[in-house]
């Protein structure tokens, strides 16, 4: 049968490893494996050490994402036989801390996440008896776009300036954040826009626009800071202007 | 160290969270300890395509959602639990699109509804076709808001802390760093998903291994139905994924090797060009699985390199009803088959999907053991009986979710502190733990053999047809690789991120299910829903209008008892479909 | 402060060439710095400012240090960088404004046209300004 070598990044902390070292396993080339195959192969028959995060391999959980070849991709999504005849080179995702092996640490996106406020914030609560806030199907499409990230943080490893500079708020955070100021439903923008427009914020990015080529979902999420920006530049312009409007 | 809470919830999917919200809710001084072994946006839930039953529309009622639910469930639910689920669906869904849940709506601005299988009405809400990632991250986004929430991602809970027959905390790995730590509390809900890993053709993640409910049944609390698993009519051969029954309720058919539409030869009603609510593609699960097998054994299936399949059409539906209604169904079929449904048929064959069992449970999330609380795929209440309806579990995570989370407040609010005696329970699991990670073995089997072996059992003898012989002969197999399991080979004595380890408690745990699933359907000589025994063709209600109970003897083996169902307004019935 | 679990973590840093590997991050590099040719610009306008302020002698001698073949070549370098902003900016608009006419999302080909139009419409009325002065 055909093979394929994987070339992973091992790194085991435990070991007393310094560095990460890519390690070559020869795993079957068949034509309906993803990647994400061939690491349980590795994980099943060859070396039970191998670490790596996966769940759902229907591309919705966002757990799989890895560099492969260099790129961000979701290993349950990415074919083998669309990388022949290799070998395949499979790191962690970049520009995160590396725990072990393939895993890197998550900790800064939740933190980044929840200062965003990604959640509905409204004046009033209507009761919900008295049944749904109304919403057209133009209203929704508004944001549906941007209400499709999974987290996977493929878009951080692509985006340099997360790279050179950790503090950035990010691009999917930022997108989930611009996913509510879009929601006809929510009343938040200004205390959002407020968080977004501070240093670390949307004006950070330079639109290198490689997160919204990363993102497997079709997030866009360099569209969504950008639309942010200039939602942004328009709040400072009329509280310039009309200083004495209510914040 | 020792982390101290007021009520501990182990799982962070659709049901666990939604109980998190309940408690910071309802008790806002409580502090709640969400524990999770995967962060909350990967939980199963986010898996969910099709939808979720509330019954808003005005043709529609809640008794109709409930009788549809009660002869789905082939009359093995407990009615009065019925009657609360189908009454407070339309609420949590409501709820949550008020926490801003995108639902598909009708030019109007109102929430859509969509048909699903063996539903009479047109009662499903959805978000397009990834109505569980909509929920899930709805959820979860509005979670953060909680500051009494504290999370515990990536945690995986190994045991419950018992004192004097009351659950009062967890002892959980946290899988960063390897250490072992006791979290009490007063109340412990457990949301941890089905285990639909213990067969090896699988809707489930990675991560539905059970763990929820192997803890509960190790702690004494009983299992209920667990012969009960369902096999959806739709998954895509080798990866099994799952292809939403949305697509066959948007109009889309089953076809054999000969393109005939074969549902009609299995009293599932005459084929219509379009979908007929409660009526051939539109039937319940389990009938359309059995049918399949039917079919398989009249030669009239396909052959593929993963088995036999049939063909699911959803060409005439055009690509603007695709794209608008089943855009990830197109995307699953072209990113992962390398066909599009828009111009080609889709393979499909039945796939195990969910477990109707689980913890046992009272309409609030009430398990038997005192301060132990269970919701969603893991508990079993029982709404779903002998088969689920789909768009059901969604729902049913909400209510039952919220049910249990208020259940637990309420009980912390009342209950004493856990006894610190707890803690030398938390030494004996750390040295349990710990002697394991350490203890060298290089016998043949590897936990993925053993694993592999336990899932070949499984579906040879609890796959959709059953007989007496082969689960009895199941149960002697599994007996003994129970056996070898505890002496595998294991590659990884290292702590950090030991995923290995993780997967050596999860196959225990597994190991524990599997034979509460064979018992349970050796025990229940009769056919219903799901359970399916050719040796007993018929249901039989004298005997069995009643839910199994599998208790965990001190041997490690299970007891089947049984408790009879709660009927309340409809008596058994024949189940009639398609006419 | 760092904990000693995250003392084990394996830290990264980008190599220095990491913008050398793909188009769109050497775009961005060359972006941050075409900073400086925009100072340049601004720089020569105060200067031109202070010259027409001191008197004809004073602008003439700006204009011949402005003749001068290496400040042509400079300036040249500097108004492609100003071109390379300008491109980017007009292409990301799409993006960034989302434009409707009753109700339909215009598609981003026909913003994107729109820009340019205007773009060269500006430049036209310009050069003819230029011309007919």
């Known amino acids: 049968m055909d093979q394929i070598t994987l070339r992973v990044a091992r790194y085991r902390p435990d070991d007393e490893e310094t560095e990460p070292v890519l390690v070559d396993y020869d795993v079957p080339l068949r034509p309906d494996w993803a990647v994400l195959d061939g690491l349980n192969y590795i994980k099943d028959e060859l070396d039970g050490t191998l670490s790596y995060r996966w769940s759902c391999r229907m591309g919705i959980c966002g757990s799989c994402g890895m560099m492969v070849d260099g790129e961000p991709k979701l290993t349950c999504a990415t074919f083998l036989v669309d990388l022949a005849p290799g070998p395949v080179r499979i790191e962690p995702l970049a520009n995160f801390p590396v725990i072990r092996d393939l895993i890197v640490d998550l900790t800064d996106f939740m933190h980044k996440l929840s200062s965003v406020k990604p959640w509905l914030i409204r004046q009033d609560e209507q009761p919900v008896e008295d049944g749904e806030y109304l919403q057209t199907p133009a209203q929704l499409d508004e944001f549906k776009q941007f209400s499709m990230c999974i987290n996977c943080m493929l878009c951080y490893a692509a985006c340099p300036v997360y790279g050179l500079d950790g503090s950035f708020v990010g691009p999917a955070a930022i997108a989930l954040a611009h996913r509510y100021d879009l929601d006809s439903r929510d009343e938040g923008d200004r205390q959002r826009l407020t968080i977004l427009a501070q240093p670390d914020g949307v004006w950070d990015c330079t639109f290198v626009g490689e997160c919204s080529t990363a993102c497997p979902k079709g997030v866009d999420p360099a569209g969504a800071i950008q639309q942010a920006k200039l939602a942004a530049a328009q709040e400072a312009m009329k509280s310039l202007l009309l200083p004495w409007r209510s914040r | 160290m020792s982390l101290s809470h007021d009520v501990v919830i182990v799982g962070a999917g659709g049901a666990g969270l939604r109980a998190a919200i309940a408690v910071a809710e309802a008790e806002p001084r409580l502090s709640v300890a969400l524990v999770s072994k995967v962060y909350p946006m990967r939980s199963h839930t986010v898996s969910a395509e099709g939808g979720a039953a509330g019954a808003i529309s005005a043709d529609d009622s809640l008794e109709e959602h409930a009788y549809d639910t009660i002869s789905g469930g082939d009359w093995l639910c407990d009615q009065d639990a019925v009657e609360n689920f189908v009454a407070e669906a339309p609420r949590e869904l409501l709820r949550l699109e008020h926490w801003g849940c995108p639902w598909s709506r009708e030019p109007d601005g109102h929430v859509a509804v969509r048909a699903f299988g063996g539903m009479k009405k047109k009662r499903t809400w959805f978000a397009a076709d990834k109505t569980g990632f909509h929920l899930l991250h709805t959820l979860f986004q509005t979670s953060l808001k909680y500051s009494n929430i504290t999370r515990y991602d990536e945690w995986y809970v190994s045991r419950l802390l018992v004192d004097d027959g009351r659950v009062c905390g967890v002892v959980a790995l946290e899988l960063m760093s390897g250490l072992i730590e006791t979290i009490t509390g007063r109340s412990v809900v457990i949301a941890t998903g089905g285990g639909g890993r213990v067969f090896p053709f699988t809707t489930n993640a990675a991560i539905k291994t059970g763990d929820g409910m192997a803890l509960a049944y190790r702690a004494g609390a009983p299992l209920k139905d667990m012969e009960f698993v369902q096999y959806h009519p739709t998954g895509l051969p080798f990866t099994g994924i799952l292809i939403t029954e949305a697509a066959r309720a948007e109009g889309g058919w089953l076809l054999n090797k000969d393109g005939y539409r074969y549902l009609q030869d299995y009293d599932l009603g005459k084929p219509e060009p379009g979908p007929v609510l409660r009526s051939m593609e539109l039937g319940p699960r389990d009938r359309l699985s059995q049918a399949f097998v039917h079919e398989m054994a009249k030669g009239r299936t396909i052959n593929s390199p993963y088995g036999p399949v049939v063909h699911l059409d959803l060409r005439h539906l055009g690509e603007r009803t695709i794209d608008a209604k089943l855009p990830m169904v197109r995307e699953l079929c072209r990113d992962y088959e390398r066909i599009d449904p828009v111009h080609e048929l889709v393979p499909v064959r039945p796939v195990v999907h969910y477990m109707m069992g689980g913890i046992h449970t009272d309409r609030n999330g009430v398990t038997p053991l005192a301060g132990l609380f269970a919701a969603g795929e893991t508990a079993c209440v029982s709404i779903n009986g002998a088969n689920r309806l789909g768009s059901n579990s969604l729902p049913e995570c909400l209510v039952f979710g919220a049910r249990a989370g208020r259940a637990a407040a309420l009980y912390a609010v009342e209950a004493p502190p856990p006894a610190l005696a707890v803690e030398a329970q938390g030494d004996d699991e750390r040295r349990r733990l710990d002697e394991d990670l350490l203890r060298r073995s290089d016998g043949p089997d590897r936990i993925s053999s053993i694993r592999t072996e336990m899932q070949a059992i499984l579906e040879d003898a609890a796959g959709i047809y059953r007989d007496g012989d082969s689960l009895t002969k199941a149960t002697d197999k599994l007996r003994e690789l129970k056996e070898r399991a505890a002496t595998a080979a294991v590659d990884d004595a290292s702590r950090r991120f030991n995923t290995e380890r993780v997967a050596g408690l999860e196959l225990a745990g597994m190991l524990e299910l599997a034979e509460c699933i064979l018992h349970s359907a050796l025990r229940r000589e009769e056919s219903r829903g799901a359970h399916q025994r050719t040796d007993f063709p018929e249901r039989d209600d004298k005997r069995f209008l009643a839910h199994s109970l599998a208790y965990r003897e001190s041997g490690g083996s299970p007891r089947v008892s049984h408790l009879p169902v709660t009927i309340t307004r409809w008596p058994p019935g024949k189940r009639v479909y398609g006419r | ?133």
């Open chain 3, 1 to 133: 402060m760092i904990s000693p679990l995250e003392a084990r973590y394996y830290r990264r840093r980008m190599p220095l060439l990491w913008w050398a590997h793909r188009r769109s991050y050497a775009i961005f590099v060359l972006r941050e710095l075409s900073s400086a040719f925009v100072a340049l610009f601004i720089v020569e306008l105060l200067l031109l400012v202070r010259a027409t302020a001191r008197g004809p002698a004073a602008y003439e001698s700006f204009l011949d240090t402005m003749a001068h073949p290496a400040m042509i070549v400079l300036n040249l370098i500097a108004l492609a960088f100003v071109l390379l902003h300008a491109i980017t900016f007009a292409n990301l608009t799409p993006r960034a404004m989302i434009v409707r006419l009753r109700g339909r999302r215009v598609p981003s080909r026909v913003v994107l046209a729109g820009v340019y139009a205007g773009w060269l419409l500006v430049t036209a009325f310009l050069a003819w300004l230029l011309v007919a002065a």
